[in-house]
């Protein structure tokens, strides 16, 4: 189908992960390692841990949370 000597080779690749999770697959490139994987990734493997350096969230809350108004008084 695809004409012949204008693609790259398309050939059998591994790609490996630092934690020594391995892929097999088929590349242009060959094969190569990555620093993190889906098999390691906190994301991934539930071990994310939500950090609120600062009080990020609380100043966000006071600057542009909702205002509150004081009570009408009571008329008799």
Not at 19 to 30: D, K, L
Not at 60 to 68: A, S
Request: charged share 20%; with cysteine; net charge positive.
């Amino acid at each position: 189908m695809p004409k012949k000597g204008i693609h790259p080779a398309y050939k059998p690749a591994t790609i490996t992960c630092a934690c020594g999770h391995t892929v097999e697959t088929y590349s242009t490139r060959g094969s190569f390692m990555v620093d993190i994987c889906s098999n390691c990734h906190p994301f991934y493997t539930g071990k994310q841990k939500f950090l609120d350096t600062g009080g990020r969230i609380e100043r966000f809350n006071r600057k542009y949370g909702k205002k509150t108004t004081p009570p009408a008084p009571a008329t008799s």
